[in-house]
T-cell receptor
């Protein structure tokens, strides 16, 4: 039982390049989330998907797109990377909506945009 | 809109002493409150949550938290700190609707031997 997996673990991009961060969970959870973590800023929600087939914007969605490919997978795409998107990205899943279940986090992707 | 504040960026405590990591919140209605811990180069791990009922909530690794509605606080506590408790701690809140969780900025706990 792997929980939440993310690929890649590290990535360096040049400004303007694109990339997709992959996330998969094997807990049959309904909801999935993408966060970014920056020093002194805590975790900020980029996008979330409350169920397969739905996605919603979080606090900081600009510059990102997401796809809920199926119940297991939720990808985050940067179409034209900018230095301001240098961050650590975390994917998470939970058994919501409904009761307030805890979220399970992946190990993160450390992205540097030069 | 819901919000959460962790007033201390850093907390230092000697091993064996009690520790407290503070959290205050703002939410419409009754809050759902969570604590998570992050060890270096890892994702966040769930520690405990308050949904309803007893104001004192017990969680993983000997941690507990007390919900105080009048002070809108949910402080994390442990009677005797371990060096291995050194990590980054996040408080989070959501309201009773299906709105996403909102995280605080985190408090770095350093337990000194």
């Amino acid at each position: 039982n792997a929980g939440v997996t993310q690929t890649p673990k590290f990535q360096v991009l040049k400004t303007g390049q694109s990339m997709t961060l992959q996330c998969a969970q094997d807990m049959n959870h309904n909801s999935m989330y993408w966060y970014r973590q920056d020093p002194g800023m805590g975790l900020r929600l980029i996008y979330y998907s409350a169920s397969e087939g739905t996605t919603d914007k979080g606090e900081v969605p600009n510059g990102y797109n997401v796809s809920r490919l199926n119940k297991r997978e939720f990808s985050l795409r940067l179409e034209s990377a900018a230095p301001s998107q240098t961050s650590v990205y975390f994917c998470a899943s939970s058994d919501e909506p409904g009761l307030p279940w805890e979220q399970y986090f992946g190990p993160g992707t450390r992205l540097t945009v030069t | 809109a819901q919000s959460v504040a962790q007033p201390e960026d850093q907390v230092n405590v000697a091993e064996g002493n009690p520790l407290t990591v503070k959290c205050t919140y703002s939410v419409s209605g009754n809050p759902y409150l969570f604590w998570y811990v992050q060890y270096p180069n890892r994702g966040l791990q769930f520690l405990l949550k308050y949904i309803t009922g007893d104001n004192l909530v017990k969680g993983s690794y000997g941690f507990e938290a007390e919900f105080n509605k009048s002070q809108t606080s949910f402080h994390l506590k442990k009677p005797s700190a371990l060096v291995s408790d050194s990590a980054l701690y996040f408080c989070a809140v959501r309201d009773p609707g299906n709105t996403p969780l909102v995280f605080g900025k985190g408090t770095r706990l350093s337990v000194i031997a």
